[in-house]
């Protein structure tokens, strides 16, 4: 059996903060269920001397708080986007933080674990400013998707059918570096387990009066993996909601992959194997981690994080087989 690797950088998709049947009340069965069954995962690699770095999305509980902006703008001004994510990160942070100080205490561990209010910097001319491609927030109706247009400058999309077809999109930049890197380095090789670059990290740009958050939004995995290089991170696992990456996928000929070169991963993402809003990043990220110098990548399924490891289960992305 594989031994367990020194440093791991941890991603964990939305399901493993609330299951996608949930509505995201913090204190409801489901949400609780799936974090602590996440964090007993997470323990157990801590239990075996791993040092590890977690990062999470937001996507759900910033399009949550979005939708409490808007309701409740007559009484007190909307936060804009960065501000969102970085409440968010808070939010998950605190959550994350109770889950795993009782997963570590059942195994009579008392490792320190602190949630790091993390800024990502992104590039201003990054050309994914000028097309908004992810959608965030409210649904709303033509009438007001107009609206909004008009008085707010947002990038409205029809992105479904009914009444309130339309939702805004934000740009998503390319993450360049991770603004409290030392931060989270100092954290780790201090013991203390580092939540970090939640949501992707609030997304900010260097301005002459210093750093400035945008209203963007950055990919949870592209930032994990750039967290994971600068922390010189043996392993960047990705955990979601499936057991493996996989070709022709949800079609009659799919094939699970166990083991894959980067090179080969590259050449299947090109192919447009995997689509830009859900495993693309995920491959890209393995991709651009191993390439930079990572050992191993993996993407499996939350509930199978040791295994993974362990070389198991998921699917692991390496430079030479
Ligand atoms: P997360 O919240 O963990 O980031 P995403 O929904 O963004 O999860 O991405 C995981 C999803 O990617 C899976 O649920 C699966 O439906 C989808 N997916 C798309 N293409 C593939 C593929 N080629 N192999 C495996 N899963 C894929
Ligand atoms: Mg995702």
Known sequence: MNRIPDRIVIALGGNALAPPEG????????????????????????????????????????????????????WVPPQPLDVCVAMTQGQIGYLLQQALESALKERGLATPVVTVVTQVLVDPRDPAFAE?????????????????RRTKGYALKRVGNGERPYRRVVPSPAPLGVV???GVRRLVEAGCVAIACGGGGVPVVETPRGLE?????????????????ALGAETLLI????????????????????????????????????PPGSMGPKVEAAV????????RAVIASLTRAVEALQGRAGTTIVKVK
Request: proline residues 5%.
């Open 23 to 74: 509505r995201g009340e913090a204190r409801a069965q489901p949400q609780r269920q799936a974090l602590r069954e996440s964090a007993r995962q997470i323990a157990q690699i801590l239990a075996e001397g791993a040092e590890v770095v977690l990062t999470h999305g937001n996507g759900p509980q910033v399009g949550h708080l979005l939708i409490q902006q808007e309701e409740a703008k007559r």
């Open 213 to 229: 958050g945008v209203e963007a939004v950055v990919d949870k995995d592209l930032a994990s993996e750039r967290l994971a290089t």
């Open 132 to 148: 908004p491609t992810k959608p965030v927030g409210p649904f709303y109706s033509e009438q007001e998707a107009e609206e909004l």
């Open 288 to 295: 651009k981690f191993v390439e930079n110098g990572g050992k």
């Open 180 to 182: 409290e890197e030392d």
């Open 239 to 274: 955990l979601t909601d499936v057991e493996r990456v996989a070709l022709h996928y949800d079609t009659p000929q799919q094939v699970d992959l166990e083991c894959l070169t980067a090179e080969e991963a590259r050449r299947y993402l090109e192919a447009g194997e995997f």
